[in-house]
C-alpha cells in the first residue's frame, strides 16, 4: 500500500494533484480544501489511500493521516465508496463528522451531496461506533471545514495559477450558485463553474 507521497506538485486540476515521484508523475484525487493548499512547484507530502478496482488504481490524498483514517473508516459502511466518503470529507473535517456521529446530527449529514435523510440515518447506526470520539474541544457539530467558501475558492484558484483578479471575477460569476444552495456551499461544484467562467474568458 502506498501510505503517502513526497515531492514537488507538477500540476493541479479541480479535483486531482499531480506529485513529481522519483521521476514519476502520481496523480491524487482530493477535497478542494486540500488541493487550496497546494502550489506548483512546490514541496507537498500528502497521506494517501489507495483504492483497488478490477478496472483501476486509484490514489486518493489527504493533508494529514487523520483524515486518511477517517476517509478509511467511512468506507467500513455499507453503501460508502471512495466517493462519498471523499465528499463527506469536503464539506466537514474528521472531528466534524465524528461530532455530528456521536451527537446523532443527520442534518450536518445531509449537508453532503447524495446523502439523504434514510441515508443519515443509516450511517449515524453504522459509524457510532467506529468513528470514534472528538479530538478536539469545538462544540459546533458539523462545522464547515474553512470558515468561508469564497475563501477556499480563491486559494484553489490561485494554487491552479490564476491571477487574483481572475480568481475574484470567477468567484463573483459563481456566487448566484453558492448563495442559491441550502446550507453549506460545495466547494468542488463551485470550483469546476468557475473554471468554466474562466475558460470562455480566456
Request: aromatic share 2%; hydrophobic share 45%.
Amino acid at each position: 500500500m502506498i501510505a503517502f507521497v513526497s515531492g514537488p506538485v507538477a500540476a493541479l486540476a479541480p479535483d486531482t494533484a499531480v506529485v513529481e515521484v522519483g521521476g514519476i508523475g502520481m496523480a491524487v484525487q482530493c477535497t478542494p480544501n486540500t488541493l487550496s493548499a497546494l502550489r506548483i512547484g512546490q514541496q507537498t507530502k500528502l497521506a494517501t489511500s489507495l483504492v483497488v478496482r478490477e478496472d483501476s488504481l486509484t490514489l486518493y490524498g489527504f493533508a494529514d493521516d487523520d483524515e486518511r483514517q477517517t476517509f478509511e473508516l467511512l468506507q467500513t459502511a455499507s453503501g460508502v465508496g471512495p466517493r462519498l466518503a471523499q465528499a463527506m470529507l469536503a464539506v466537514h473535517s474528521p472531528d466534524a463528522l465524528r461530532r455530528a456521529v456521536a451527537s446523532g446530527d443527520e442534518k450536518s449529514l445531509t449537508a453532503v451531496p447524495g446523502i439523504g435523510k434514510k441515508g443519515a440515518q443509516k450511517l449515524l447506526l453504522e459509524l457510532k461506533d467506529r468513528l470514534g470520539a472528538p479530538l478536539g474541544t469545538g462544540t459546533g457539530v458539523g462545522a464547515p471545514v474553512t470558515s468561508g467558501w469564497r475563501d477556499q475558492l480563491h486559494a484553489a484558484l490561485i494554487g491552479l495559477g490564476y491571477a487574483t483578479r481572475e480568481a475574484d471575477e470567477a468567484i463573483e460569476a459563481v456566487a448566484p450558485q453558492a448563495e442559491a444552495e441550502d446550507g453549506t456551499p460545495q466547494v468542488g461544484k463551485l470550483l469546476k463553474a468557475a473554471l468554466q467562467t474562466l475558460n470562455r474568458t480566456r
